[in-house]
């Protein structure tokens, strides 16, 4: 499996997990709504943790301005941004960075 791979499958997943939440607001109020909106957040949180450590093992900068860490991702303008708060992460964070930024 090569990174367009996991990009993709990555990609599959959090449409997937837009399906069902699209899918779960159509339920009436109840425990179990509520109950599904908890485990919806839970398996969200799951997919971007497990995005950020395969990242991490590929080379990608992890901005540690949340958690999970936004993935800094180069820029039309040269820049590395963070995909969450849009620092750039060569400048602003260069210390507080982690990973080892290869891309
Ligand atoms: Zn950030």
Do not use: W
Request: charged share 25%; hydrophobic share 40%.
């Amino acid at each position: 499996m090569d990174y367009t791979d996991l990009a993709t499958a990555f990609s599959t997943m959090k449409i997937a997990l837009g399906l069902v939440k699209a899918a779960k607001d159509l339920l009436p109020e109840s425990p179990q709504k509520a109950a599904s909106e908890t485990a919806l957040a839970d398996a969200e949180r799951a997919v971007e943790i497990a995005e950020a450590q395969i990242a991490d093992q590929m080379g990608y900068t992890l901005c540690q301005c949340d958690f999970p860490p936004g993935i800094a991702l180069r820029k039309h303008d040269g820049a590395m941004r963070c995909s969450k708060c849009n620092r750039d992460t060569n400048e602003d964070y260069g210390v507080g960075m982690v990973g080892t930024g290869g891309y």
